[in-house]
């Protein structure tokens, strides 16, 4: 690893995410410029810029250089950066009063960034404007990339940004849909603004004040989860619940299927096999959870099919917004959801999960096996838009599914030695985390939230959210130690 390269480009990651914590600021001063949480972005902004300053005066970098960056160059510039920019956003948290302890900060906004929606605060109307502004800006900024925005704002980058990209892009593949890296970051942005744009106006359309529709766009865009609200969007009318189920389920899908309709193209959802698996998927969810809940609850009515919907999309796009408190719910239902966690969103969203498409791979690779036994001399390749996958995607989607799996496993462990939890918890816990979620079940339920777990228990939490969000290996790659060799 060319170790003045990566932190030279580290420092202009972060310098973007110092010129975006200016609109909190903004927010803080508008409110009291007087207040501590005046003071705490001021302090946060300089002290980041004043880094910036001093490693790129110390640790230069040529545009060739940068533009020669190579692969695990890249994936050691997202993971430090990812974990260098949530170590930087708890600073906020923490030196306004708002959280007390810096693990607790550190946790809210790795949170934020990965767009996991696990909270350790309480009492969320409480927090200053300022501060909740931040808390749902994370979720923007880490929704559709920090990564992202970095390349389509600093053009020093050159054709090294594609390495970037890719360690950061949600899925097994890094799509382009322009020639140039720069363009397709600018462009997957615009189709993100957009989106929130429209939202934003819906939601204000309904009767919800624009701080606090701002705040639910990048939450729901993002697939986040972070709510103004305590009681999250449990505390708003039937439209609003519908408006953001739209968006959930949009966000949920490829941003690069977006962009095809916006140009025209409608017609490349329906070509996608992963996107209508997504939709059958979720179709089929309602249907099981409208017919369950009306059976549990002897009533059949718009607020069971509005409440079956918001959950299953929720859960699925792993957004982690709540209207109800699924964990009452038959238990069937609670293993439904366990289920469609685990699944997650399609691959180019903003979602976590171990993605749709990688789910239909294991599942044709799986029939694909068991018929190759029957008919041993029978070529049976597997296909997904009725094209054959090469065998190195089907490896890495294997690698990454056992990966996935046991970094659950390690999790689950660790929460009922660290905090003596009851299985349910960890189990919920751990997969929430990793699947960027939010909300599980047992005490991490959806009316519950993280601030009881222990110091060891919330840095391993962080640390699968990390994992989680960053596709595994552009965190995993830190710990090998031929990462760190010249």
Not at 92 to 107: I, Q, R
Not at 389 to 405: C, E, K, S, V
Request: with cysteine.
């Amino acid at each position: 690893m060319h170790k003045r390269l990566v932190l030279n480009i580290v420092s202009r990651i972060l310098m973007v995410v110092c010129l975006a914590m200016i609109a909190p600021l903004g927010w803080a001063v508008f409110d009291d410029y007087t207040s501590r949480e005046t003071v705490a972005f001021g302090i946060t902004i300089v002290s980041g810029f004043a880094f910036v300053y001093f490693v790129r005066r110390f640790f230069p970098a040529t545009k060739d250089e940068l533009e020669d960056l190579n692969a695990k160059d890249g994936l050691a510039v997202v993971g430090l950066s990812w974990i260098f920019l949530s170590a930087f956003g708890a600073l906020p948290f923490f030196l306004s009063g708002e959280v007390s302890s810096y693990t607790d900060a550190f946790f809210e906004t790795a949170s934020g960034f990965t767009t996991t929606g696990a909270t350790i605060i309480t009492q969320i109307e409480a927090l200053p404007r300022g501060i909740l502004f931040w808390r749902s800006l994370t979720h923007w900024l880490g929704g559709m990339g920090i990564i992202v925005l970095s390349v389509a704002l600093l053009p020093a980058l050159g054709r090294g940004a594609y390495q970037l990209y890719r360690a950061e892009a949600p899925g097994p593949t890094a799509e382009r849909v322009r020639p140039k890296m720069k363009e397709t970051a600018k462009t997957l942005w615009a189709v993100y603004f957009i989106l929130s744009l429209a939202e934003t106006l819906l939601l204000m359309a309904g009767g919800m004040p624009f701080f606090d529709a701002l705040c639910h766009t990048f939450g729901t865009m993002a697939t986040g989860g972070f709510s103004t609200r305590t009681a999250s969007i449990g505390a708003y009318g039937g439209y609003i619940q519908w408006i953001i189920i739209l968006f959930m389920f949009l966000a949920g899908a490829s941003f690069m299927l977006h962009y095809q309709a916006l140009r025209g193209r409608v017609t490349s959802y329906f070509k996608s096999e992963e996107f209508r698996t997504y939709v059958i998927l979720i179709i089929v969810s309602i249907l099981i959870f409208t017919a369950v809940l009306s059976m549990w609850s002897g009533q059949f009515n718009e607020s069971t099919v509005r409440a079956s919907s918001f959950q299953v999309v929720s859960i699925l796009t792993t957004t982690g917004y709540t209207t109800a408190d699924f964990s009452l719910w038959p238990v069937f239902l609670k293993y439904v959801l366990i289920l469609l966690m685990f699944v997650g969103s399609c691959a180019g969203s903003t979602g976590g999960g171990m993605k749709v498409i990688r789910i239909m791979v294991v599942i044709k690779l799986a029939f694909s096996t068991i018929k190759q036994a029957i008919l041993p001399n029978a070529i049976l390749p597997v296909k997904i838009d009725a094209r054959p996958i090469p065998d190195t995607y089907i490896l890495r989607t294997a690698t990454f599914f056992l990966i996935y799996m046991s970094l659950f496993a390690v999790g689950t462990v660790f929460m009922t030695i660290s905090d003596s939890t009851d299985l349910v918890t960890a189990f919920a816990a751990s997969v929430a985390c990793l699947s960027n979620i939010g909300p599980g079940l047992g005490k991490v339920g959806a009316m519950e939230n993280y601030a009881w777990i222990s110091m060891p228990g919330k840095w391993m939490l962080s640390f699968l959210m990390l994992a989680g969000r960053l596709e595994l290996y552009s965190i995993l790659v830190l710990l090998v130690p031929a990462t760190w060799r010249k």
